[in-house]
């Protein structure tokens, strides 16, 4: 247990943690590129910190996030100290920024334009060249590395909880900035997990086919759902907008420790596909033909009870399914164990 | 699983058998791989060279179809050698007798011609088991084969041995294929099984059913999916009904399966594309996408956790769950059901595992079955408190060769999996254009010693044929496969592994021998 001072509260933290960890438990927002709670307790050879998290602690400018707190601290927050320096931070990092923000496709979901925002960064000596080339050979997502902050996350995840290892930081012409260890992303060992997609805070790593829907950024949901694919059950956040999903990214809670893989993260996209079946089809002089649901229906029902009189309950069969909820497993064996009486229920378990 | 997913960290042994969760599970590969970062030994066999063997401790390159002799073996190093956990099997286990009676003869030498490894590797990979708590992953490598549950229970046997059950960072870790076979298992979607494996011929659990459902329940045994295809066949069964399952390419044989679908007087088909096996259908449904509406999963680690509507599905498209009740509603059944939380509620009632669960407990974090009451917060771990059974039975298998054998028609074996960027038939992943950018068609991975024994150039166009039928592949050269030994991924409809495979039975569950097909290959003329 420690007693501290926040903002001028005396405030009981309960647990030994960072001070960043102990001002976010008391609802204090620290602004940050790099952190990520799931470094925590992991080693790195190379630690990245952008700084951005620093607090007064005691009079003097400290990072929140990796001071410990400890009995009798003085935090101050958001001082007029604190906030000059992170002022200075911002500044720095948009010297060196790409300003397309009004093309950018992470516009809205950025980090850095936010930060900017709320710390009113309104000029800056930009001079950014951007002669940095794109790597856009995955089909997934690209890399610009003059919009990298280098800020340590991706070459993170990527090494150390996706344990894939093909992202470094490196420097050119002054500049430090991701890379890929091979010549490019489709010439490396990428499994194209997308995880480092989903960390970045700025428009360095973003995925593909998304122009265009831009627009709809700062008006989307999150709806935190079940992957649909393996049995590891990820725990997935879609972002959708006007009926449609936009991306897809690892929830911060779940079997997954924020992971997804290549098709957790990419493969949402057979969802609005326009093969998708829009209306019942019934098969008529040997060709399946639109019906409404009452035509289909009644066929069914007409067939089921035809065949239940003539042939009885062992004639027939379901099979349900392992891509189905519970619930809709449940009632389809109930379906079939109740109104025709039959245990011919099976599913491709066994395969 | 026995253990969870947040496990493999506690590990200090990792071994991974006929699985390849690099590609299959990606999310707990790199959590294997990080386990081993942080100090966890990896041990690992496979007739194919996976991604995780680059970085084990030792990877053993088995003889397809050989697990069981290969795990009896390291079973007789660790009784031999007195590395067993004496007190778990004196505590908590019974008839250890016959097992080590069994396992007296599976000696590393005896062994290591049938698996085709040396005997000192067996040696050593029972020492490293047997050196520090150990969890066992598997997958679909032991289980579809003909004695698919023998390799099931071998597995069962080795980890008991060494007292690996019931313990964190141990366990038999089944790594489960689909989102929801755990929950469809669960849900009594079986011939034998009611919610929760309960037997429906058990008079209490037979009342319980009755009094919910308000009608009586069939005590007829049901039949498996081999079953009612060849019931098909022989029109026993005339009306088939299947929802959200792809069988002309999932199942063994193509062939047989097109014949017993084509054979029905009604065939209903509930998806969301016009699969290979809807499009043989007398009825289609159009159903929903996990996005499009709520309910829960069951994932491989026993968690029920929620799946939320983010989107409206296209045209006329329903829930499925509404589908279901509509039609047993139009049957007789009158249960409604406004939202897909109170059919939870009506599971919670029938399934002891199920009891604690409701939508509002799992709202933000899903729980780990057996969930015995509303206050129980899951069970990360089975067996904790000893063997659910009172005492973990051995049961010694014996290793017996897989029925597909080579022959002169069909020289060499052919097994089949998955690769990262498909999911299974292909009906979601194959039209997601990035995914077929990666994977765009079908192949058949040969060692290149092999290839050059065959005469075929890497990217050759092949005819490769079994007893079931024949298709025409790509070869792709692949250093990690076994000589004489060929894979391919089932996930393509043009040319499909499942034309190739064979319809022998595991007799105790009735698992396809899936993994194992002797074939032929040949050059393909455009």
């Known amino acids: ?351 | 699983m026995t253990n969870g997913i947040e496990d493999v960290e506690n590990a200090e042994v990792i071994f991974v058998i006929g699985s390849n969760p690099r590609e299959n599970h990606p999310v707990i590969g790199a959590k294997i791989k990080e386990a081993k970062r942080n100090g966890a030994r990896l041990i690992i066999a496979d007739p194919r060279k996976i991604d995780l063997s680059n970085e084990s401790d030792l990877f053993v390159q088995l003889k397809l179809g050989t697990n069981i002799a290969l795990i009896n073996g390291m079973i007789h190093v660790i009784i031999e050698e007195g590395l067993e956990d004496k007190e778990y099997i004196e505590t908590h286990t019974e008839n250890y007798r016959n097992l080590k009676a069994v396992v007296e003869k599976y000696t590393p030498e005896h062994v290591a011609p049938i698996c085709g490894v040396k005997a000192d590797e067996i040696r050593e990979m029972a020492r490293i088991y047997a050196s520090g708590r150990a969890s066992i992953f598997y997958a679909m490598g032991i289980t579809q084969h003909k004695t698919g549950t023998n390799g099931v229970i071998s597995l069962s046997n080795l980890a008991q041995v060494c007292g690996n059950i019931g313990v964190k960072g141990g366990g038999i870790n089944p790594l489960r294929g689909q989102n929801n076979v755990q929950g469809a298992c669960d849900m009594g979607g079986l011939p034998d099984v009611l919610t929760g494996s309960q037997d429906y011929t058990n008079p209490g659990v037979k009342q319980l059913f009755e009094e919910e459902w308000g009608t009586k329940i069939p005590q007829k045994p049901g039949l498996t999916i081999p079953e009612i295809m060849d019931g098909a066949c022989s029109n026993t069964i005339k009306c088939l009904f299947i929802m959200g399952e792809n069988p002309m390419l999932s199942d063994p044989d193509m062939n047989h399966i097109r014949h017993a679908l084509d054979s029905l007087d009604f065939l209903i088909v509930q998806d969301i594309f016009l699969t290979e096996t809807a499009e043989r259908a007398h009825v289609v449904l159009p159903a929903r996408a996990f996005a499009e509406k709520d309910g829960t999963f069951t994932n491989t680690e026993r968690r029920v956790q929620r799946v939320r509507k983010a989107v409206d599905g296209p045209g006329e498209s329903r829930e499925d769950w509404l589908i279901l009740m509509e039609l047993m509603n139009r049957l007789g059944q009158d249960r409604k059901y406004a939202h897909p939380g109170e059919i939870m509620d009506e599971i919670a009632r029938v399934t002891p595992q199920y009891r604690g669960i409701s939508y509002e407990r799992i709202a933000k974090a899903g729980l780990q079955w057996p969930v015995p009451h509303k206050e129980h917060m899951g069970t990360p771990i089975l067996h904790a408190n000893g063997p659910i059974r009172g005492k973990g039975y051995f049961c010694a298998v014996e290793y017996e060769p897989s029925a597909e054998q080579v022959s002169a028609n069909f020289p060499y074996l052919l097994t089949n999996g998955r690769n990262l960027y498909h999911y299974h038939t292909r009906t979601m992943t194959g039209r997601v254009k990035e995914l077929n950018e990666k994977s765009p068609c079908s192949y058949v991975e040969i060692n290149p010693i092999t290839l050059r024994k065959l005469g075929f150039e890497d990217g050759a166009k092949v005819k490769i044929t079994s007893a079931r039928g024949h298709i025409t592949t790509r070869v792709k050269a692949y250093e990690g496969i076994m000589e004489e030994l060929f894979f391919m991924p089932f996930h393509f409809a043009d040319g499909a592994a499942n034309v190739l495979t064979g319809t022998n039975l595991d007799e105790k569950c009735g698992i396809p021998e899936l993994k194992v097909s002797a074939v032929n290959i040949e050059p393909a003329f455009a």
């Open chain 1, 1 to 351: 247990m420690f007693e501290v001072i926040i903002n001028g509260q005396k405030t009981i933290i309960r647990e030994e943690s960072s001070v960043l960890r102990a001002l976010t438990g008391e609802g204090i927002q620290v602004p940050s590129f790099c952190y990520d709670e799931r470094f925590i307790n992991r080693h790195f050879p190379e630690e990245t910190d952008c700084g951005l998290c620093v607090v007064e602690i005691d009079g003097k400018l400290e990072k929140s996030c990796s001071t410990v707190i400890s009995d009798g601290m003085v935090i101050l927050s958001d001082s007029d100290k604190v906030i000059e320096r992170r002022k200075s931070i911002l500044e720095k990092i948009i010297e060196d920024h790409p300003l397309d923000c009004i093309v950018c496709d992470k516009a809205g979901g950025c980090k850095l334009q936010d930060y900017c925002y709320e710390y009113g960064i309104e000029k800056s000596s930009n001079s950014c060249l951007e002669a940095l080339p794109v790597d856009g050979s995955s089909p997934f997502f690209s890399i610009d590395p003059n919009k990298c902050i280098a800020c340590g996350k991706c070459v993170k995840v990527c090494g150390y909880l996706q344990n894939t290892n093909i992202l470094f930081l490196t420097e050119t012409n002054g500049k430090r900035h991701v890379a890929v260890n091979g010549e490019t992303l489709r010439e490396s060992a990428c499994g194209s997990c997308g995880n480092c997609v989903s960390v970045c805070p700025v428009g360095a790593l973003l995925p593909k086919g998304i122009s265009g829907t831009r627009a709809d950024r700062w008006k989307t949901e999150t709806v935190q759902t079940t992957c649909c694919y393996c049995g590891v059950g990820c725990q997935i956040d879609l972002k959708v907008a006007e009926n449609k999903i936009l991306g897809a990214g690892p929830a911060a809670s779940g079997p997954n420790d924020g992971l997804l893989c290549v098709k957790g993260k990419f493969g949402y996209k057979f969802i609005g596909h326009s093969d998708r079946l829009k209306t019942p089809l019934i098969r008529q002089n040997g060709q399946l033909t639109e019906a409404t649901w009452d035509e289909a229906y009644a066929l069914i029902t007409e067939k089921i009870s035809g065949l239940m009189a003539s042939d009885g309950p062992e004639a027939f069969a379901g099979l349900t399914s392992a891509r189905c909820t519970n619930e809709e497993n449940y009632l389809f064996q109930k379906l079939f164990r109740t109104v025709i009486g039959t245990n011919n229920i099976d599913h491709c378990a066994r395969l």
